[in-house]
């Protein structure tokens, strides 16, 4: 398995446009978690997904933030409108749901909004 | 951060010396999970202790759980440049909705 897949790698955009990040989770997976890093917040939350259905999204910061999860091999987290403050490295995990084991960590998009 | 505190923060130590970090965390839990990251990359799992365990080994790696306490503390032995990372803990909630938090790390430095 190629593990989890994130895309893009790196996303520049200007304050306004909608952003959207893309995340293939492991095949077999049935968790999934989208993570915000930056320095300031560390490693935060967002949502999970728990057989595709959201779970708990109170780490979503603000309404700008969606995440949808259409079926169990693709997930998108969607900024819309971007601000600068924005700017982090995001992540998306996977693992299975039973048994609690290792999340499965993707490279990140490293979003920078302008 | 969501689930609780790591110290210290940033740690610098010389090659061969061992290296602990702490972990302090909120909830009660079913298991807890340290992860390394080096700069730029994404996370990856080192070990897993589970809540009626008090202690764990991996290689070089010793992990250990006071549920107590709601801490856990992971120590790198003889370490090595390559160690030099950030690591977080991450604690899986006691419950059945399989939340999952991570704390705010430690920086290591290892120098040779």
């Known amino acids: 398995d190629a593990g989890v897949i994130q895309s893009p790698r790196h996303e520049v955009t200007e304050m306004g446009q909608e952003v959207t990040l893309r995340c293939k989770p492991i095949s077999g997976h049935n968790s999934l978690f989208w993570y915000r890093q930056t320095m300031m917040r560390g490693l935060e939350l967002l949502i999970y997904f728990n057989n595709n259905v959201p779970i708990d999204d109170s780490g979503m910061p603000e309404d700008r933030f969606s995440a949808k999860m259409p079926n169990a091999s693709f997930s998108t987290l969607k900024i819309q409108p971007s601000e600068p403050r924005d700017s982090a490295v995001y992540f998306c995990?996977?693992?299975?749901?039973?048994?609690?084991?290792?999340?499965?960590f993707g490279q990140g998009t490293r979003l920078t909004v302008v | 951060s969501q689930q609780g505190e790591e110290d210290p923060q940033a740690l610098s130590i010389q090659e061969g010396e061992n290296a602990t970090m702490n972990c302090s965390y909120k909830?009660?839990?079913?298991?807890l999970q340290w992860y390394r990251q080096n700069s730029g990359r994404g996370l990856v799992h080192l070990i897993l202790?589970?809540?009626?365990?008090r202690e764990k080994h991996s290689g070089r790696l010793r992990v250990t759980l006071d549920t107590s306490k709601k801490s856990s503390s992971l120590l790198i032995t003889a370490s090595r440049a390559a160690d030099t990372a950030s690591y977080f803990c991450a604690t899986d909630a006691r419950d059945n909705f399989n939340k999952f938090y991570f704390g705010s790390g430690t920086k290591l430095n290892v120098k040779p």
């Open positions: 995990a996977s693992r299975p749901l039973q048994g609690r084991t290792e999340a499965f």
């Open positions: 909830t009660s839990i079913n298991n």
């Open positions: 202790i589970r809540s009626n365990e």
